[in-house]
């Protein structure tokens, strides 16, 4: 398999069978962001000959391996695979011709796929239009990753994540329209000390008028080979304590009024929880409760601490 670096894929797609669509970021700019810094290139978009090989290598996997080659070159049922996760940062920012054609492959050896998804920027959105957006539903993307991180625009702006939060409920509206579904990751800290419950706010503000399936609730880890350590350094930003984190969380909670998953199962989150809104609002808010009060700040920042990667 054409695997390049680390391979990321959310929690949820855990079944999903993985191929490289691309590998880096198109945007390579958000300042807390250490996810790619392993590859030697900012971006690079996988060869559709790549893809093709690695779709036929996977067709293997899911033959029963102890039947005999002639039995299996005689198969006749195509091999069963319900969705594919294409990895890499962004993979919606290529072109949707591009997209279209990775697709084409898909069917192609896996005709029983029945959807396609990825992570995505608010931004790869943008770039495509309303027919764009249709034609790629119809061929099976669907389930998106939008890493929106927050609705809070100054520490949007400060991190250079190139949208607004406006942005975000233009282009969840067009996804919306076009029949695409997606779940959000949302970055608690990323305003820094002293504005996690007005940024959570922000947030919840916005997802409100959104319709995700998950929101997905992550934590910031500054990394010492980030640009948000060397602001740090220059007594720019101040990071928020492990406490004002769970309390950011738990503010936003409190303030979605969609029906919606929320999430957090990374490895960024010391703790992980999930449940659904708004019937099981009270025990997250509970849980999110005891956290702070039982484990406490000293507890969680040694987890922060020892966490070498994400
Ligand atoms: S868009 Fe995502 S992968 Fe790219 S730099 Fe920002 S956080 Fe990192």
């Not at 959105?125 to 790629?136: A, F, G, P």
Request: proline residues 5%.
């Amino acid at each position: 398999m054409h695997y390049t670096g680390t391979i990321w894929r959310p929690p949820y797609e855990a079944g999903s069978l993985i191929i490289e669509a691309t590998a880096g970021c198109t945007h390579h700019r958000c300042k807390f962001c250490t996810l790619y810094e392993d590859l030697p290139f900012t971006f690079r978009p996988s060869p559709l000959e790549d893809i093709e090989a690695d779709l036929l290598e996977a067709q293997t996997w899911y033959h029963d391996p102890l039947r005999k080659t002639e039995e299996r070159l005689f198969e006749q049922e195509p091999a069963r695979v319900d969705r594919i996760f294409l990895a890499g940062a962004n993979p919606f920012g290529l072109k949707a011709k591009h997209l279209l054609s990775i697709a084409k492959l898909v069917h192609q050896y896996f005709p029983g796929c029945e959807s396609l998804g990825c992570f995505a920027r608010v931004t790869d959105v943008t770039t495509k239009s309303d027919e764009e957006l249709r034609v790629l539903s119809a061929a099976g993307f669907d389930g998106l990753t939008l890493g929106i991180e927050t609705g809070d625009d100054e520490a949007l702006a400060f991190m250079d994540k190139g949208y607004s939060a406006q942005d975000i409920v233009t282009q969840c509206r067009r996804l919306d329209d076009a029949g695409i579904r997606y779940g959000f990751f949302y970055l608690a800290g990323i305003s820094g000390k002293g504005r996690g419950r007005a940024a959570a706010q922000a947030t919840a503000a916005i997802c409100n008028q959104t319709n995700p399936w998950l929101i997905g609730a992550n934590m910031l880890t500054v990394y010492p080979t980030s640009a948000l350590y060397r602001e740090i350094r220059a007594g720019r930003w101040t990071e928020e304590t492990e406490v004002e984190k769970y309390e950011e969380i738990r503010e936003l909670v409190a303030g979605l009024s969609i029906p919606v998953t929320f999430a957090m199962l990374g490895a960024s989150n010391p703790v992980m929880l999930q449940g659904q809104l708004p019937d099981q609002r009270e025990q997250l808010i509970d849980a999110l409760n005891t956290i702070i009060t039982d484990i406490g700040e000293e507890r969680l920042r040694a987890y922060r601490t020892n966490l070498r990667h994400l």
